[in-house]
């Protein structure tokens, strides 16, 4: 009973985390700040499936959430800021939405994502936690992260911040899931979280040598190849 | 039809292209005697034509340097051209051969022939004018094709054949037929096209010697002696057949329609009549006419086009 | 396995061999042995025909990895028919070419593409299903581009003209297959018989119809869609183009016979008068087009499309009386449109292995510089002079056949009235007419300039008579050509027969009459009657010969001048001018005038230059501005790729959003 | 038996492992060659053995699709592969340097990767095969480590991680669809089979998303951009597989997912999204390749055309445009395949891209042009080639499902691509050689050699001149595998 309300209460605060770290993305600058509020957030998806262990009484996903914490909110945090370091930009300057427009669009997004969520909330509703828990009902948090993430790399210069948008897009998806089905089975969460771990790598090696090779401000610096 | 009277019409027929080989030169001097009159003069009446030609044939032909098979050949084939027009044409009798009728397109093309060995024969000498004579030559025989077509068309809807006995006939048994609007619009255009087939004004000047207005005398410049007889025997037989055709369209009597003896007479007395007064009338015409201008000439021909055309719609809405 | 059948397999394996010859022998030998395979390849598509003409039945079949129904090749009488001369000429061309053939046109891939060329068009007509007609298509379409491409090394032209016609090969073959796409969907099949089912008041079929028309047009070289006839047909070696043109452009017209009689008769009014305006229009642009020109092979190129749209003028009027139930006349319309088919098969190969062989002796193809050949290439001469005279259609070739059984349909074909016949059969006979004027100069031309007259070029002086195998082929082609005209009656038999119509039967001496219009001809009693004529004044012409010879005499009269040059002879050029100032309207030439004076007065010219050029209407109106707006579009659309990842971004967030929005609605 | 499964992608692994840590240049040289010929034997033998071997609980499975797409995936990679092999003497008889191990074993992860994509049932092992394709290629494709590679790779991981990630959340949320359902599960089998009874509004949703992931790695527009840059920038053999067999996994995994939703949706979902799809992908293509300038990105669009054309004919669905979708993946993965590793042999005798700087290659090096050519005239359609056999059936097929309107559409535009295609190829091909037959650019290192192994490529292409002619056995196996979509 106390592990119910323990949970809806772990649920609601998460969740309301979750969104707010990604307005914050939308309007933070500072690339160094950006990681550190990438990495609450990764902290805040692991409390989720926590949470969502609780209500689903399912041991496997405390496993879950160990991987996630150590992934999301430690491993590629780290992996990030040491490519930051070593690239020397630390500005997000003259994103190719200024801040204000970039909220209000998040608005838009957040509002088109309960809208696209109500199908599933419909579906899903019944199994979030026994009743028509509170998990199914915040899905569209998930959605909402998805957008805003995508909305972030389609904005942001600088090829680190293109990085961060992929990884909340990432978190969106893993929130979805998570609030929808409680998780995929246990070796695909496995190997999506190696390929999203790698795809981070990539990114972050790629980002390097392009700094190297082309210098500040490389992603819209790259119109190379067109026709 | 049996094989006698396969034969009676076979002699009609060789008669009948004797009588128009021997009437041709005299309507050359009829229209040239017609118009010396006309202008005043005495004229060299109209049996010259026969003179000169007789002297022509004694004479030692000369040739261009250079000249092929075209030089040796073209004149005869524009002679047998106009013999053979001669000889389907139904001029003296209306009776065609069994297995030869006298289809109107099948004249055509066989008048097509004689003009193209013209227009060879002009080409062959390598000369400046030949080729300029043939290719306006050809131009207008190109631009008269049309017309005679159509003509022909007009000519052959009421009977339902462009077989020209028949048309002939018909316009025989009723003679609404050559008064009705059809009739006479595909007559004037059939005859503006002989004009412009034989080569007379004002589509061309035959009696002219300045070498940069000649069509048909450009292109035989370079013939001579029995060739240039043959080919002058040729068009002036062209010219009273093609008459003798326009004749017996608008005045349909008189031709003979089996071979007795009697029929045959009256039917080359009649043609013979008819021919020599339509020469007359061109030459006494001509002198009223001046030679058009090369590029107005298919005006001309355009002009009487619409008339053969508006006879062929005329034909539909009527009949 | 049948004759028909035994002959279908034999061209298969016989193609296989030649291609084997060609790739493995060298130097002349080559030339010698794929020449003669080819022609073997040739001979055996003759006898298949023949027999499928004579009715024999037999079939085919190849698998195909989708379901489809199997490929089915099985010629009826009419397929036997394209067969036929699809063999008949192949023979020719492939005896010719052995002599022909030199350097880049004696290549391995030439000679390989020449037996790919003859199975295809060997192919079309035997299938019977729309798979197997397509695959056979593009076959003969690959080949003949490849064809084109022989001097592709040496003449940026071969080159443009090999990519226009790609191109506009590609859209017949397009139209054709939406064409029987559409039948098939209504019918739920791809045999012919199947198809045959379609009905044809649907407006789904006029769609269908409209399709396959402009499918068989483009290929058949009809105007507008004949711009790359002109130029492919001058740049492939001369005994592809007799192929191309006397073989390849009659399956445009197999296919609309096909359609029109076999898949989908009994159309509406306007399907037959679209077949006409589109033959009339050719008719009359191509020959026109043909008139004026100066290169030899573009002359017999722009010829072809004229004869092409003759083909169709007939079909369209056989359509129209048979709609309005005339059925004597539509028959003879029929006929005749076949008859065209076959003696312009037999007249412009001969006319186009002449014109190579022009192209063999003296390198030219220029009329302006050629003349006097009809001295150093006897042969040539008399071949090119009685193909010439086919294609003026005048007595006693079988082209004037042709073109009196058409002249008798529209005479017949008289439904008083009726404003459309009353409208368009005036018309069609008019556009006949002017087109035989037209054609008449046209090949006066052709001949007189080229082999008449004097040379007008060291290298027309220099000219020498062709090898044997061509000299062959070109005067069976002419005999071909005087045959046909002669013996009318019997080939119209035949020909009627393959469609299953009557309408025509031999008369006297192997004379045609048009049952149920009273009209005959029979060429060699006219000949026979001519000659009788004829006869005393040639007697008394010869007697005239022994006793005066002739006498040569200095060059023709020049107003006095002595030294007349051969460059006062009239061109080519100048020939066509009157008629290009009559027609200026139509064909809008470009001259320019270049006066330059001596240097002390400017009344006095030194050399005054005058040229003039003839562009192809159509193409400068209808397709330059096509391709660049093409172009144009094509460059803005580079937009899309301008290397932002920002804007690829943008592209597929818009897709999630859009899909997001389509899914939940 | 069941083990047939596990060959290819433990053939991947070892062969990997040893380009990895093998110092030899055999080795490094082969490895890639004996995976794809492991993957294609594996195929032919499933083929052959005609049952469905199931391995972990489904964690592996090749039903006849699987089985013919492990198939293509090897004749593919054989071809890319053997053909991309230089001469022997011409890498350093030495010691593979780094890079050249590095890449063979990234090639042999590559399609270890595609081969276990194609024989799973578990949706969401697709999922991270395909991903993992994409970690795998991102290297390959900034191999030559140059700027413009550089710029390559990265739109390529970004544009392709993002669109896969939506399919991931597709995936998700087909499982909850499931789970919601009673049975959680991401077996493909369960989810088509229809006995689940998936809440429409939810698949509807999750369909669409998964579709527009895999779409992206499909290659399809509007989520086309990363391709000309990618299949430009890799090496010759990298390029051939991508757009040889990766679009057409990709495209394998949209196909399972349309199985899905029509099961539960019907099939008008679907049809639109993948109508629209592929007659953008055609537009995108036409227009792009008609003023095309650099032939590697010719091919590259050329990829994006056949796609489109797939995306067509699966909107039209039924055995028979399925079993025509079928054969054109097969066609086009062989025709594509041999024409860009020409491309690469042209590219390292010309040193440059530009289609200009190419002339006259057939009088040049006809071993070049006529392999050229017969690719080119394979991917035109041209019969035999079995593309023209598959072009007519998807035409066909779709005029019989009423979709006339699309169908003309397409074959406008399949006639825009056809000119522009023609018009480029004949600009390189034909021609009079230039006095100096020197390339006019500077050789890159690492293009490869212009000289390399003929037979693949006339192996390539003869299969392609046949495989239309096959009723049996191919033609049954492509109606055994277009019957497992259920159509």
Redesign the interface.
């Known amino acids: 009973m106390t592990t119910a309300i323990l949970a809806t209460q772990l649920l609601a605060l998460t969740t309301g985390v979750l969104l707010v770290t990604s307005v914050l993305l939308v309007w933070q600058r500072s690339l160094a700040s950006a990681v550190r509020v990438l990495a609450v957030q990764g902290g805040a998806l692991a409390l989720l499936v926590v949470a969502i262990g609780l209500t689903e009484g399912d041991a496997e996903l405390f496993v879950v959430a160990v991987v996630v914490l150590a992934l999301k909110a430690i491993a590629i945090p780290l992996v990030l800021a040491r490519a930051i370091r070593s690239s020397g930009v630390e500005r997000e300057d003259k994103p190719l939405l200024n801040p204000t427009a970039g909220l209000v669009i998040v608005a838009l997004l957040t509002t088109l994502a309960y809208l696209v969520s109500t199908p599933i909330v419909a579906a899903t509703g019944g199994t979030g936690a026994g009743e028509a828990g509170p998990a199914a009902f915040s899905a569209p948090v998930g959605l909402t992260m998805v957008l805003v993430g995508f909305l972030l790399l389609t904005t942001r210069r600088r090829a680190l911040s293109q990085v961060v948008g992929f990884l909340v897009l990432d978190n969106g998806i893993a929130t979805v899931g998570f609030l929808t089905a409680a998780g995929v089975p246990l070796v695909v969460e496995l190997g999506v979280s190696l390929d999203v771990l790698l795809v981070a790598l990539i990114l972050a090696v790629l980002s390097g040598r392009m700094g190297a090779l082309i210098g500040q401000d490389p992603v819209s610096m790259m119109t190379e190849l067109r026709d | 039809m049996n094989a006698a009277e396969t034969a009676a019409t076979l002699l009609v027929?060789?008669l009948q292209?004797t009588v128009m080989t021997a009437l041709a030169p005299v309507v050359a001097g009829i229209t040239r005697q017609a118009r010396a009159r006309v202008e005043g003069r005495a004229g060299a009446g109209v049996f010259q034509p026969w003179r000169d030609l007789r002297k022509l044939?004694?004479?030692?032909?000369?040739?261009?340097?250079?000249t092929?098979?075209?030089t040796?050949v073209g004149p005869?084939m524009l002679?047998?051209s106009s013999?053979?027009i001669?000889?389907l044409i139904p001029l003296v009798s209306a009776a065609p051969?069994?297995?030869?009728?006298d289809?109107l397109?099948?004249v055509v093309?066989?008048l097509?022939?004689g003009?193209?060995a013209l227009?060879?024969l002009g080409?062959?000498?390598?000369?400046?004018?030949?080729?300029?004579g043939?290719?306006?030559h050809?131009?207008i025989?190109?631009?008269?094709?049309?017309?005679?077509?159509?003509a022909v068309?007009a000519l052959?809807?009421p009977v339902?054949?462009?077989?020209l006995s028949l048309i002939v006939a018909n316009r025989r048994d009723d003679p609404a037929s050559i008064a009705s609007p059809a009739g006479v619009l595909g007559v004037v255009a059939l005859a503006v096209v002989v004009l412009a087939e034989t080569g007379r004004l004002p589509v061309d000047n035959p009696s002219t010697h300045l070498?940069l207005t000649m069509v048909h005398e450009a292109m035989i410049?370079?013939t001579s002696?029995?060739d240039l007889a043959?080919v002058e025997l040729g068009s002036w037989l062209r010219l009273t057949v093609l008459l003798g055709l326009v004749g017996n369209l608008v005045v349909p009597w008189g031709v003979a329609t089996d071979a007795t003896p009697a029929a045959v007479a009256i039917g080359i007395v009649a043609i013979v009549v008819k021919i020599g007064i339509l020469a007359a009338v061109l030459g006494a015409a001509e002198v009223g006419l001046a030679k058009l201008r090369?590029?107005r000439v298919?005006e001309l021909l355009a002009g009487s086009?619409v008339l053969a055309?508006l006879a062929?719609?005329a034909s539909?809405l009527v009949? | 396995m049948n004759g028909v059948a035994g002959g279908l397999v034999a061209q298969l394996l016989l193609a296989v061999l030649a291609v084997v010859v060609a790739v493995t022998t060298t130097g002349h030998r080559r030339n010698l042995l794929a020449g003669t395979a080819c022609a073997a390849l040739a001979a055996a598509g003759a006898v298949t025909g023949g027999l499928a003409l004579a009715g024999r039945q037999g079939a085919v079949e190849v698998p195909t990895t989708l379901p489809f129904s199997p490929l089915v090749l099985s010629p009826d009488r009419l397929g036997g028919l394209f067969i036929l001369v699809a063999g008949v000429v192949g023979v020719a061309a492939s005896v010719y070419a052995i002599g022909y053939v030199h350097g880049a046109s004696a290549s391995r891939s030439q000679w390989s593409a020449l037996a790919v060329f003859l199975l295809g068009m060997q192919l079309v007509p035997a299938a019977g299903d729309a798979i197997t007609f397509l695959l056979a298509w593009e076959l003969m379409a690959a080949a003949s581009t490849v064809l084109v491409l022989a001097d592709q090394t040496r003449s940026p032209a071969a080159r443009e003209a090999a990519l226009w016609y790609a191109i506009m090969t590609h859209l017949s073959m397009v139209a054709i297959l939406a064409g029987f796409a559409v039948l098939a969907g209504q019918t739920g099949g791809t045999g012919f018989r199947v198809l045959a089912n379609a009905d044809p008041t649907s407006p789904a079929v006029s769609v269908a119809f409209g399709l396959l028309v402009l499918g068989f047009a483009s290929k058949a070289g009809l105007v507008p869609l004949h711009v790359w006839l002109p130029r492919a047909h001058p740049e492939a070696p001369s005994h592809a183009s007799a192929l191309m043109s006397a073989v390849m452009v009659k399956m445009g017209v197999y296919g609309a016979l096909l359609v029109a009689l076999r898949l989908l008769p009994g159309g509406p009014t306007w399907w037959a008068v679209l077949l006409m305006g589109l033959g009339g229009a050719s008719a009359l642009y191509g020959i026109l087009q043909a008139?004026v020109a100066t290169d030899i092979k573009r002359l017999l190129a722009y010829s072809t499309s004229e004869n092409v749209g003759l083909m169709f003028l007939a079909l369209g009027t056989a359509l129209l009386l048979r709609g309005y139930h005339v059925p004597g006349a539509a028959s003879v319309a029929l006929i005749s449109c076949l008859l065209f088919v076959v003696n312009h098969a037999a007249f412009k190969a001969t006319l186009f292995l002449g014109a190579g062989a022009i192209l063999h002796a003296t390198g030219e193809r220029d009329l302006d510089r050629l003349?006097?050949l009809?001295?150093r290439m006897p042969w040539t001469g008399a071949s090119f002079g009685v193909a010439a005279m086919g294609a003026?259609?005048?007595?006693v070739t079988g082209a004037?056949v042709a073109e009196?059984a058409l002249?008798?349909a529209?005479?017949?074909g008289?439904r008083?009235?009726d404003q459309v016949v009353?409208v368009t059969v005036?018309l069609a006979?008019?556009v006949?007419?002017?087109t035989?004027?037209?054609a008449?100069?046209t090949f006066?031309?052709a001949?007189?300039?080229a082999?008449?007259?004097?040379p007008r070029s060291d290298a027309a002086a220099g000219a020498h008579e062709v090898p044997t195998t061509m000299r062959v082929a070109m005067g069976a082609g002419a005999i071909a050509v005087v045959a046909l005209g002669v013996v009318p009656g019997p080939v119209a038999a035949v020909l009627a027969r393959s469609l299953g119509i009557a309408g025509a039967q031999p008369?006297?001496?192997a004379?045609l009459e048009l049952t149920g219009?009273?009209?005959?001809?029979?060429p060699l009693?006219?000949t026979i009657?001519?000659l009788l004529?004829?006869a005393p004044?040639?007697l008394y012409?010869v007697v005239?010969?022994r006793r005066?010879?002739?006498?040569?005499?200095?060059?023709?009269?020049?107003?006095g001048g002595i030294r007349?040059s051969?460059r006062?002879?009239?061109t080519a050029t100048?020939?066509?001018?009157?008629?290009m100032?009559?027609f200026d309207d139509a064909l809008q030439p470009t001259r320019d005038v270049e006066v330059t004076t001596v240097a002390d007065s400017r009344y006095m010219a030194a050399r005054v230059e005058y040229r003039q050029r003839v562009d192809d209407v159509v193409e400068v109106r209808a397709y330059a501005p096509l391709v660049a707006a093409a172009n144009r579009l094509a460059d803005r659309a580079r937009g899309i790729q301008n290397g932002s990842i920002h804007r690829y971004l943008a592209f597929s967030f818009a897709a999630l959003v859009v899909v997001l929005l389509a899914v939940v609605r | 038996m069941a083990a047939l499964l596990l060959i290819p992608p433990l053939a991947a692994l070892v062969f990997g492992l040893a380009a990895a840590f093998v110092r030899s240049t055999a080795v490094a040289r082969l490895s890639g060659v004996s995976t794809s010929a492991v993957v294609l034997a594996a195929g032919i033998a499933l083929l052959a053995l005609g049952k469905v071997p199931e391995l972990g609980g489904g964690l592996l499975r090749a039903d006849a699709l699987s089985a013919f797409m492990l198939a293509v995936v090897g004749a593919v990679g054989l071809t890319s592969t053997w053909g991309g092999l230089g001469p022997r003497d011409h890498g350093a008889a030495s010691a593979p340097t780094t890079g050249q191990r590095r890449y063979a074993a990234l090639v042999c992860v590559f399609l270890g990767a595609m081969s276990v994509a194609v024989s799973t049932d578990n949706l969401g092992v697709l999922w991270v095969a395909v991903e993992a394709t994409t970690i795998a290629t991102a290297f390959l494709v900034g191999h030559q480590g140059t700027r413009r590679s550089l710029e390559a790779a990265w739109k390529y991981v970004v544009l392709g991680s993002v669109g896969v990630a939506i399919a991931l959340l597709g995936v998700v949320l087909l499982y909850a669809a499931s789970r919601s359902a009673g049975e959680a599960t991401l077996s493909w089998v369960a989810l088509a089979s229809g006995e689940l009874q998936l809440d429409p509004g939810l698949t509807k949703v999750a369909a669409g998303l998964a579709v527009l992931g895999f779409a992206t790695k499909a290659g399809l527009a509007p989520m086309h951009s990363w391709l000309p840059d990618a299949h430009s920038q890799a090496p010759a053999p990298v390029s051939g597989l991508m757009s040889g067999v990766l679009l057409a996994v990709a495209f394998y995994a949209i196909l399972r997912i349309q199985a899905i939703a029509d099961m539960v949706l019907g099939p008008s979902l679907m049809r639109g999204l993948l109508l629209t799809a592929g007659l953008l992908s055609l537009a995108v293509a036409a227009a792009l390749i008609l003023r095309q300038r650099d032939y590697k990105r010719m091919l590259a669009y050329s990829s994006i055309e056949h796609m489109g054309l797939l995306a067509v004919g699966a909107a039209i669905g039924g055995p028979f445009a399925v079993a025509a979708v079928l054969l054109h993946v097969l066609g086009h993965g062989l025709a594509k395949a041999t024409l860009f590793v020409v491309a690469g042999r042209i590219l390292a005798t010309e040193g440059s891209t530009r289609i200009e700087d190419v002339r006259a290659l057939l009088a040049r090096h006809p071993r070049m042009a006529v392999p050229y050519i017969a690719g080119m005239a394979a991917l035109l359609g041209f019969p035999p080639f079995s593309l023209f056999f598959s072009e007519v059936g998807i035409v066909m097929a779709g005029w019989r499902a009423g979709l006339g309107w699309a169908m003309g559409l397409t074959l406008a535009l399949l006639l825009v691509l056809f000119a522009g295609l023609a018009r480029a190829s004949a600009a390189m091909v034909l021609g009079a050689p230039v006095s100096d037959a020197a390339p006019r650019h500077p050789m890159h290192p690492g293009h490869g050699s212009p000289e390399g192994p003929m037979t693949p490529l006339v192996l390539a292409l003869a299969v392609t001149a046949v495989a239309g002619f096959l009723s049996v056995p191919l033609g049954t196996v492509l109606l055994r595998a277009a019957a497992v979509l259920g159509s």
């Open positions: 027929l060789l292209v044939v004694t004479k030692r032909p000369i040739h261009a340097a250079g092929s098979w075209v040796r005869f002679l047998a013999f053979l001669a000889a051969l069994p297995l030869v009728p289809d397109f099948v093309s066989v097509l022939l003009t193209v227009a060879l080409l062959d000498a390598g000369s400046a004018f030949g080729g300029m043939s290719s306006r050809m131009m025989a190109a631009l008269v094709e049309p017309t005679v077509l159509m068309y052959s809807i339902g054949s462009s077989t070498e410049l370079e002696a029995r043959q090369l590029f298919p086009f055309f062929v719609a539909y009949a | 008139a003349g006097g009809v001295h003026a259609a005048l007595p004037f009196w002249l008798q529209l005479i017949h008289v008083p009235g009353a005036p006979l008019a006949i007419a002017l035989a004027g037209l008449l100069l006066v031309k001949y007189g300039i082999f008449l007259a004097r008369i006297g001496l004379g219009m009273g009209a005959l001809l029979d009693s006219l009657l001519g004529i004829g004044a040639l012409v005239l010969a005066h010879p002739r006498e040569v005499a200095a060059p023709g009269w020049g107003c007349v051969p006062m002879q009239y100048s020939y066509a001018e009157p008629l100032r009559v």
